[in-house]
């Protein structure tokens, strides 16, 4: 459903009506014909090569110890009683919520911010938008190599300025805290700017008439923010929580990169100690039960978040 | 004087660019390693480069595991971007125009493939591809990468296209267009910039993504980001070219990214603004 | 071809199920289309929806039952085919 349907009924009076559109009524107008499904066919079949055989391969290794693909047992539940109970298991849980948590703390307002403040008109819009989207095309691995260089003490600007300016000791590959630091400073740099695009896609929705009526009521700026434009924002803001927690959930690549995973445990992530029973130790099995625990809680998650995106719109 | 479009403060644009200038700055700093010799990184910290080298870029294009892996990138990246647009522009036009049975259960479904931790993905992945020879081929990546490139491409354009009025459909109809005929003649050029931006964010994912396209391959269509970390040796990292490999993969980014910037924000509203 | 996929007989019954299972609900929806209602849930949900958020629920009690006892896990199944019947009729 598009932002358009949930025009209507907002705050501001002055503004024009705009025809209301219930969402049924826009169903509706849909024809209902099953060989629809003819269309979304290819979809389905490369998504059953890409996504549901090896889901099926991976709850298959749930259950064996395979040694090989004629030498294996069967284990029943063992891997899975393995993968809830695990202490190492569950404390990276915990870690990736509580740093979802923190990451949609930081980078939700954040990102708010920056697209209220970027320019809306002339040329300077477009090399705004370039620039603010630059992060978002780096290849990941080559974000967690430029923030390995940058927060490093001796040849790194960040890590060097730190040390040396503030005063302050910081040393990202011995001490958890730093390291910690450094990823989260690491996905606020990298993923906010995805924030601000979407806030700013959905602030230049909100039409003229809205904000003139806000000025003849003689609105504060907060004011305006807060009943003009965070109200339109619901939908896209929505987007975003779901994008940035789905994503921030399965972070691996940067953090490996960065710190890989270490000092000790200290930002040994869900999917990091993942792929490392998966590949380093290619003991299939547990990591298969891992798998299949992790999906589930990011099924729940994702259902949770969809179920709320969707009803936010009618 | 009516300000529209929302008041900015007055300090609103300062600190604007000076975000924009902290989040270059990491950037600017790899840049800048990239020009200096490895000796100089490590001997001594300093702001500006003393001494300006283009010797490891030479080094990069001479180099064949360097720039094939690059290539590599580049040919498996594009071929996904092309081949997710085709496989869900059907389907989005589906999910836009017609009730059927499962529709909401099937796009759901295909959502959480997006939402799906890759890493569960890699054993399995490892072996399907060999055992059906895809293994370390460009099509093999690609293929692998429509594992969360689709569910999005159906998603952005499904909302692209639900912003076009059916009538225009029924209307073409009505003329006697068949639906391929309507759909190629009329409708594709109706939706150019959605295509646009789906084959961007096709690109940008596949681009940046690493764990899947480093498990499937070995040699033939190994990715520059894997290449990346043969830099790290007995003798040590060597940080300038390092830097200068992350430099270059920035650059098809920036390229595409300048083409389709007017899209961007809306297409990160994935069509639904 | 398959052998990579080290099938077994349990987890082949299950996916065998659920395929019956979709199979069921489409002959099902052709014979009486779903009609889409309110229940404790308090969203609006038609069987499929029922039936799918029963089947996450189920998995999620499977899963926090052997995370937290070492009861049978027969009883576990059990509370998980009540939470799917449950939610499939007053959800």
Redesign the interface.
């Known amino acids: 459903m598009t932002a358009g349907t949930q025009v209507s009924g907002e705050v501001v009076t002055a503004a024009p009506a705009e025809p209301a559109e219930p969402h049924e009524t826009r169903a509706d107008l849909k024809r209902k014909d099953n060989r629809a499904w003819w269309l979304v066919l290819p979809v389905v079949v490369s998504v059953a090569f890409t996504a549901i055989i090896p889901l099926m391969t991976v709850v298959n290794f749930s259950v064996q110890d395979v040694f090989s693909p004629t030498e294996r047992v069967f284990v029943g539940l063992d891997w899975f009683y393995e993968a809830v109970r695990r202490p190492e298991n569950r404390e990276a849980f915990v870690r990736t919520l509580l740093f979802s948590a923190q990451v949609l703390l930081v980078e939700i307002p954040l990102g708010v911010a920056i697209a209220v403040a970027m320019p809306r008109r002339g040329f300077w819009v477009s090399v705004a938008l370039v620039l603010v989207a630059l992060p978002l095309l780096i290849p990941w691995n080559v974000v967690g190599t430029i923030w390995q260089i940058f927060a490093r003490a001796d040849i790194g600007l960040g890590g060097w300025t730190v040390n040396n300016v503030l005063g302050i000791g910081f040393n990202y590959t011995l001490d958890s805290t730093d390291a910690w630091i450094t990823i989260l400073v690491m996905d606020v740099w990298h993923w906010t700017p995805l924030v601000a695009l979407l806030a700013y896609a959905g602030l230049r929705s909100i039409p003229e008439p809205y904000f003139q009526a806000a000025q003849i009521d003689g609105a504060s700026g907060w004011a305006t923010f807060r009943h003009i434009q965070l109200p339109r924002l619901r939908g896209v803001l929505t987007i975003a929580i779901l994008l940035r927690f789905m994503d921030s959930f399965m972070i691996y690549t940067e953090p490996f990169v960065v710190t890989g995973g270490g000092p000790g445990n200290a930002t040994s992530f869900l999917s990091i100690l993942l792929s490392k029973i998966a590949v380093g130790q290619f003991d299939v099995g547990p990591a298969g039960a891992f798998s299949l625990i992790y999906f589930l809680i990011v099924q729940v998650l994702c259902y949770v978040f969809f179920t709320v995106l969707t009803r936010s719109g009618r | 004087m009516?300000?529209?479009?929302?008041?900015?403060?007055p300090w609103?644009?300062t600190?604007?660019w000076l975000?924009?200038a902290t989040?270059?700055?990491?950037?600017l700093?790899?840049f800048g390693?990239s020009i200096r010799p490895n000796e100089d990184?490590?001997s001594s910290?300093s702001?500006i480069p003393q001494r300006v080298t283009f010797d490891n870029y030479v080094t990069f294009f001479t180099d064949v595991s360097w720039y094939s892996s690059y290539l590599n990138s580049i040919i498996y990246t594009s071929l996904n971007a092309v081949m997710s647009l085709?496989?869900?522009l059907?389907?989005a036009?589906?999910?836009s125009?017609?009730?059927?049975?499962?529709?909401?259960?099937?796009f759901?479904w295909?959502?959480?493939?997006?939402?799906?931790?890759?890493?569960?993905?890699?054993?399995?992945?490892f072996?399907?591809y060999?055992?059906v020879g895809l293994f370390d081929t460009h099509l093999g990546v690609a293929?692998?990468h429509?594992?969360f490139n689709?569910?999005l491409a159906?998603w952005i354009l499904e909302?692209f296209m639900?912003?076009i009025p059916?009538e225009i459909d029924e209307t073409a109809a009505i003329d006697g267009y068949s639906l391929p005929r309507f759909f190629i003649r009329i409708f594709l050029p109706m939706i150019r910039s959605a295509i646009g931006v789906t084959l961007f964010f096709c690109f940008?994912f596949s681009?940046?993504?690493?764990?899947i396209a480093r498990?499937i391959t070995s040699v033939n269509a190994k990715p520059?980001?894997a290449t990346?970390t043969r830099t790290v040796s007995a003798a040590g990292v060597d940080?300038a070219l390092?830097?200068t490999?992350?430099v270059l993969?920035?650059v098809p980014?920036?390229i595409?990214?300048?083409f389709v910037?007017?899209y961007?924000?809306?297409g990160?509203?994935?069509?639904?603004? | 071809m398959l052998e990579w996929m080290v099938w077994t007989l349990p987890t082949a019954l299950v996916f065998i199920g659920l395929a019956v299972l979709l199979v069921v609900m489409a002959v099902w929806a052709r014979i009486s289309p779903p009609v889409a209602r309110r229940g404790f849930l308090r969203i609006e949900t038609d069987r499929g929806d029922r039936l799918y958020i029963g089947l996450i629920s189920a998995a999620v009690v499977l899963a926090g039952w052997m995370a937290v006892t070492d009861l049978s896990m027969w009883l576990a199944l059990g509370c998980a085919v009540l939470v799917v019947v449950v939610i499939g009729i007053w959800g």
Request: charge should be positive.
């Open positions: 009516a300000r529209t479009t929302g008041r900015r403060l609103a644009r600190v604007f975000y924009v989040l270059m700055l990491p950037v700093w790899m390693m990184i490590l910290f702001l085709i496989v869900a059907p389907a036009y589906a999910f125009r017609f009730r059927f049975a499962g529709d909401k259960h099937l759901f295909l959502l959480t493939n997006r939402m799906a931790p890759p890493a569960v993905f890699l054993l399995p992945f072996q399907i060999q055992s293929i692998a429509m594992l689709v569910p159906v909302g639900s912003g059916r940008m681009w940046v993504e690493l764990l498990t520059i980001a990346m940080w390092l830097a490999a992350g993969t920035i980014g920036a595409v990214i300048w910037r007017n961007i924000a809306k990160f509203a994935l069509g639904r603004v």
